[in-house]
């Protein structure tokens, strides 16, 4: 999977367009436990299996800030204006974490390209909605609408 570079003047073209669904990626507790020092975000039900087991979730999950920032990642396949020397996070409109990830579940992400503005002829802000799905799971683990902020040379 690669970026789909796209003419800039038929950028406005991609909104509607389904994005190929990302590979598949396990969420394991080593990877759960090195977010979580990361971040200091040590809450038993993250990285403490055997007390999380008592919950009602029955087991560790992971953090859903870890699950929103493998968005970057697994949005690999999304078209991108050419002659682009860089793209930035501009931010989310919204975020909704809908259902956790238990430990060594397995994601992937689905997107929608919803918007393409166009500030100046160089500059643009791309939306796109994306929904991380947990294999085997009715319920997705999140939905957001992500923006991109872009800035192309000619």
Not at 37 to 66: M, R, S, W
Not at 86 to 103: C, E, I, M, Q, T
Not at 131 to 149: D, N, Q, S
């Amino acid at each position: 999977m690669a970026l789909k570079i796209v003419p800039k003047d038929e950028l406005v073209n991609a909104v509607g367009t389904k994005l190929e669904s990302s590979p598949w990626i396990e969420l394991s507790q080593e990877r759960i436990n090195t977010f979580a020092e990361c971040t200091g975000d040590n809450y038993f039900i993250h990285v403490d299996e055997e007390k999380a087991t008592q919950t009602p979730l029955g087991g560790t999950i992971a953090h859903g800030l870890l699950t929103l920032s493998l968005i970057p990642y697994l949005m690999k396949n999304f078209p991108v204006p050419e002659n682009m020397p860089h793209g930035l996070n501009y931010g989310f409109d919204k975020v909704r974490f809908l259902a956790p990830v238990h430990s060594g579940k397995r994601v992937r992400l689905h997107g929608e390209v919803m918007d393409v503005q166009w500030k100046d002829e160089d500059n643009c802000k791309f939306k796109t909605a994306v929904t991380v799905e947990i294999e085997g799971e009715e319920k997705p683990a999140l939905y957001a609408e992500w923006i991109l902020y872009y800035e192309t040379e000619d």
